[in-house]
């Protein structure tokens, strides 16, 4: 039951969040989960794997806003801009 609560609680703080927030947010979390479980200090894991992961869920969720394009240069990469 507690865990249900949780999850509730956490969804309802997203809920009003655009999809930047939401990816950093969850990133953040996933991050800090993986880093807590397989760094050898679980605490300074879960600093970097949160940090990092915050910055990867907010690229990812930045890619994902309305007006958002994915174009590609001409030397192959790929990048995001206004439609």
């Known amino acids: 039951m507690?865990?249900?609560?949780?999850?509730?609680?956490?969804?309802?703080?997203l809920a009003g969040c655009s999809n930047t927030e939401k990816g950093a947010a969850i990133g953040g979390l996933g991050g800090a989960a993986v880093g807590a479980a397989v760094a050898h200090d679980p605490a300074v894991g879960a600093v970097v794997g949160g940090a990092a992961g915050a910055v990867a869920g907010a690229l990812i969720g930045n890619a994902t806003e309305p007006g958002k394009c994915y174009y590609r240069g001409r030397n192959g990469r790929r990048y995001i801009a206004d439609c």
């Open 2 to 13: 507690k865990k249900v609560l949780i999850a509730a609680a956490v969804v309802a703080a």
